[in-house]
């Protein structure tokens, strides 16, 4: 008894491929002034000379946009998120803190050891003649 379906894969969301990689088509430069002179029509204040962008939208660039930096109050983790991240810090600080005192020749002592302690059961077989 065989489950086997024939076919092409067909992915989800998508159409099936089809071998070829459409470019994305890139926007006039005469859309954007559309766009800009929509914005300052709907904000007069905005238009009167005024190039100072407000504190939550991003900044243009030649290169692109520059976005701001999130203000504190956006911080929206519960107070057990934020317990969570704390210890999780202290704990990566306190291994790190430990691993720092130990050197090379420490690690490669402590390893050995926990080799030898484990049992025969994880020995690497012998493979081949001899």
Known sequence: MSTFVGGKLKLKGGEPLKGSVKKKK???SGSELAL?????EQDPAG????????AAEP?????????????KEADRRTEAEKKHAKRVAKLE???LRK???KGYRDRVKD?????A??????DIPKVGPG
Request: charged share 35%; hydrophobic share 20%; proline share 9%.
């Open 59 to 71: 900044i243009k660039t030649k290169d692109g946009f520059i976005l701001p930096d999130p203000p």
């Open 99 to 101: 691993q720092a005192t």
């Open 47 to 54: 238009a009167g000379g005024e190039d100072k962008p407000k």
């Open 93 to 95: 600080e306190e291994r």
């Open 117 to 122: 302690s484990l049992s025969e059961h994880h």
């Open 111 to 115: 390893f050995n050891e926990h080799l």
């Open 26 to 28: 890139k926007k006039s």
């Open 36 to 40: 800009t002179s929509s914005l300052q």
